[in-house]
């Protein structure tokens, strides 16, 4: 498939699916509750699929291949999610995170 | 080479546009505007967002740059800030597109990210019933995981449904508008930023920040873990299988640990 249809049709499918499930219980099943097992379910969504996400990203150094043991952003990210934890503050944890890495990647 | 020109022709091209077939559809959009600014509620809520639509502003370049890097023409890239408008989703569809997975593939790996917006919704359904359909579906689409957080707390703290879907409204709207100007900004300026910034480690940051507070009760944590294991252990499957593997796997594990707590409890 051509790169740039192939964009615009991912661009209007994900699009499209996010709205419909911002909407769902706002509007189109607003008559009904949520089944309580899916309800459960979805409660560990941003768990599950956020973490799955962060993790190849932070392992991963692009300059130093896979060596985990130089890589910066694992004690970064660490101090990062601390912050977070604590204060559940998304600037809190952006300014420490991108402190931590680059006092890191000074340091070392 | 920075596109400044670029910029501001595009800028222009775009919202000309774009505003007219506001005027075109809704003449009352003025008047609505007006009103909106003088809300105190709406006011609030903008500025509540400000400090998140600042440590946003990495992220949203990161998206702009992914964006040229993926190829993109600006109008796509403006399409998927302004369609998709989930910095999540943008990231993990860059990701697949350039993985070279198939199109079924990545919209339903987006779908199973997606699917948490489902639980903001029901969350959000009972504050929003007593309110105009047009509003109900202008705050689903600015329904983000910032927003949510705002709004939520809001509509808890004082029962007042208007001036509340006025806040979340103002939320949705400083959040959007940042969205858009920052993935703007990466797509044609990104190449400025040195690499030595890694800038890119934005990205997990602001999901750490989402995912961080919520890891207080047991089932969470499992889910997190087991996620994150998953992730790593099928790191060899091709076309970016292992996210979509890992968020399902995750998933269980945490609904089984939730159920299995449950029984242990009512012993």
Request: aromatic share 10%; hydrophobic share 60%.
């Amino acid at each position: 498939m051509d790169a740039a249809l192939k964009l615009w049709a991912v661009i209007f499918a994900v699009g499209l699916l996010n709205y419909l499930s911002r909407l769902s219980f706002i509007a189109v099943f607003a008559r009904r509750s949520m089944p309580p097992l899916l309800g459960r379910a979805l409660k560990y969504v941003p768990a599950a699929m956020l973490t799955a996400m962060i993790l190849p990203m932070v392992l991963t150094d692009p300059v130093a291949g896979n060596a985990m043991n130089a890589n910066p952003k694992v004690a970064a990210a660490v101090i990062a999610g601390v912050v977070a934890f604590f204060s559940r503050s998304m600037l809190l944890t952006m300014g420490t995170g991108m402190a931590a890495l680059w006092l890191l990647q000074a340091l070392g | 080479m920075w596109h400044g020109a670029e910029v501001v022709y595009h800028g222009a091209v775009t919202i000309f546009p774009l505003t007219s077939l506001v005027w075109r559809f809704c003449p009352d959009a003025g008047s609505f505007m007006r009103r909106l600014l003088a809300s105190s509620d709406f006011r609030a809520g903008f500025v509540e967002m400000l400090p998140a639509c600042v440590a946003l502003v990495p992220f949203g370049l990161v998206c702009g740059v992914g964006a040229a890097a993926a190829g993109a023409s600006w109008l796509a890239a403006l399409g998927m800030s302004a369609i998709i408008f989930s910095g999540a989703a943008q990231v993990l569809a860059g990701q697949m597109l350039a993985g070279g997975a198939p199109l079924a593939v990545i919209v339903l790996t987006c779908f199973v990210l997606g699917l948490r917006f489902l639980m903001y919704s029901a969350a959000m359904a009972p504050y929003l019933k007593a309110l105009p359909a047009r509003w109900q579906q202008a705050l689903a689409f600015l329904l983000t995981d910032q927003a949510f957080a705002a709004a939520i707390r809001r509509f808890n703290a004082k029962d007042d449904p208007h001036g509340g879907a006025q806040h979340f409204l103002g939320c949705g709207m400083a959040l959007y508008i940042c969205w858009q100007v920052t993935n703007m900004i990466g797509f044609f300026a990104g190449n400025l930023i040195p690499a030595s910034w890694s800038l890119e480690f934005a990205v997990p940051l602001c999901f750490l920040a989402l995912v961080a507070p919520l890891l207080r009760d047991a089932p969470t944590i499992v889910a997190a873990i087991v996620a994150g294991i998953a992730v790593v252990a099928l790191g060899g499957l091709p076309m970016k299988l292992n996210l979509i593997a890992a968020g399902v796997i995750g998933i269980t594990a945490g609904t089984m640990a939730d159920l299995a707590r449950d029984r242990w409890t009512r012993r």
